[in-house]
């Protein structure tokens, strides 16, 4: 009875202080010497050991001196003890005493627990009402289906998607995020809901499905394992309309793009958006979704990290993951096409090789900008050349940085910040170029961009001041991801939310803007968690 001389402030006697109290010295001495074999007797010493891990460990030492019994205290100092500790330590407490079990039915604990651990804000009270406690949405709400909180990915085969489950009033409701309409990267994302579960009366939570123009209708979600959960509408009726599938479609096209068919005049554009249709609306909200995080960060990052909007050409705006990993950054789609899936990595730039774009009249000039990127990809073939005849040598050079092996021999090439960018043996785009830290993404400094003539954009309202430039490459493929192939290209950091991307071989630019939300249980637990989330979805679609 260790952990009860603890919380009653005696020895290790099996009688605590209460009941010596009511005790003669016969019926004291007497209980001494019988065997601690009471089984209800270890059973509340279980129950107290939870509440003293619980409340940190922090008993009473040896040299200590007694202190009060946790059930001499009044009931309302127990019910602000018990109010700080994590819900889920609760039903251990309970089984302590009849005392604890019976606090423990207070409403005010519940409330606060819903508070701190799943942001409810609504007024609780008006659960009195309903005939609802607190407990019960804690318990059979809150709790039960914590699992499915945070960011998730659906599949989708190729186009993917972001859904962001959280914790709404008395709801539990999942957002479909969506970017805004092409080519208004600026605007905000809109979302709308697939998904709801609320507590309706005392049994258990219900799950609606919310897709469709019908209401809310009777669904199911089954939390497959670890990361992974389905949807299941079992009312997909609602989904119908009474025009049929061309009424549905244009529906779809109003809220998808913002237009009708007739608006859009390319060909080819009109037969991407129908089969988008066709493809996604096969699934009726009957969904697999995976867990996604958000990247971490560094103070040496770049920029700030995380989730952007892009102009993808005919398929339209696409949700893009920036993340950076050392040396190097890299855009991963979670929005995707029929050519470049969601999952893939569009988008990497080379953080060692900044380029210095030339003055505004030379930069309109497409082929100049050509030959000094294609100057900076030479210059990284023969880097990687060099690497790799260092690692044939075994035990040469190739193994003498083992802080940044990826570069080994063409070090020396690269650490001078004039040698980063041109060609080598170009003097004046050496000279040029200026080394990163002179020049911070978040200063005020910048130089003129413009576009070079005859590289399309869907966006023409793009920022004509940028930051700084890196050679990188995008990832380019035929319809169904065939022959996918890594092209060179212009990282442009334009500020702290906005960066462009010219996919030279397309003579195409990519403006994306930072979705501006806060995602609650979005972060990575670690940063190998992570990365094999990023080797997952890609896995998915490779």
Known sequence: MAVCARLCGVGPSR???????????????????????????????????????ALGGRGAGPQSPPRCSLLELPPELLVEIFASLPGTDLPSLAQVCTKFRRILHTDTIWRRRCREEYGVCENLRKLDITGVSCRDVYAKLLHRYRHILGLWQPDIGPYGGLLNVVVDGLFIIGWMYLPPHDPHVDDPMRFKPLFRVHLMERKSATVECMYGHRGPHNGHIQIVKKDEFSTKCNQTDHHRMSGGRQEEFRTWLREEWGRTLEDIFHEHMQELILMKFIYTSQYDNCLTYRRIY??????????????????????????????????????????????????????????????????????????????????????VRQEQQQQENGLEDGEGR????????????????????????????????????????????????????????????????????????????????????????????????????????????????????????????????????????LKNIQSLTS
């Open 398 to 533: 190739g193994r003498q940085s083992p802080r940044e092996p990826q570069r080994g021999p063409a070090q020396p090439i690269v650490e001078p910040p004039a040698e980063k960018v041109g060609a080598p043996g170009d003097g004046e785009a050496a000279a040029a170029a200026a080394p990163a830290p002179e020049q911070p993404a978040h200063s005020g400094q910048g130089q003129p961009f413009v576009l070079p003539v005859g590289v399309s954009s869907r966006n023409e309202d793009y920022p004509r001041t940028c930051r700084m430039c890196f050679y990188g490459t995008g990832l380019i493929a035929g319809h169904g991801f065939t022959s996918p192939e890594r092209t060179p290209g212009v990282f442009i950091l334009f500020d702290e939310d906005r960066f462009g991307f010219i996919w030279l071989e397309l003579k195409s630019f990519s403006l994306y803007s930072r979705v501006q939300a806060t995602f609650r249980n979005a972060e990575a637990p670690s940063p190998q968690a992570f990365e094999e989330m």
């Open 294 to 379: 958000l990247p971490p960060s560094h103070p040496d990052d770049l920029i700030r990290p995380g989730l952007f909007k892009g102009t993808y050409g005919s398929h339209g705006l696409e949700i893009v993951m920036l993340s950076f990993h050392g040396k190097r950054a890299r855009g991963t789609k979670i929005t995707g096409d029929p050519n470049i899936p969601a999952g893939q990595q569009t988008v990497e730039i080379d953080l060692m090789h900044r380029i210095q774009l030339p003055d505004v009249e030379s930069l309109r000039n497409f082929n100049e900008l050509s030959r000094i990127v294609l100057e900076v990809r030479e210059q």
């Open 15 to 53: 009688g605590c202080r209460r009941r010596q109290q009511r005790r003669g010295p016969a019926e004291t001495a007497a209980a001494d010497s019988e065997p601690d074999t009471d089984p209800e007797e270890e059973r509340i010493e279980a129950g107290a050991a939870a509440l003293s891990g």
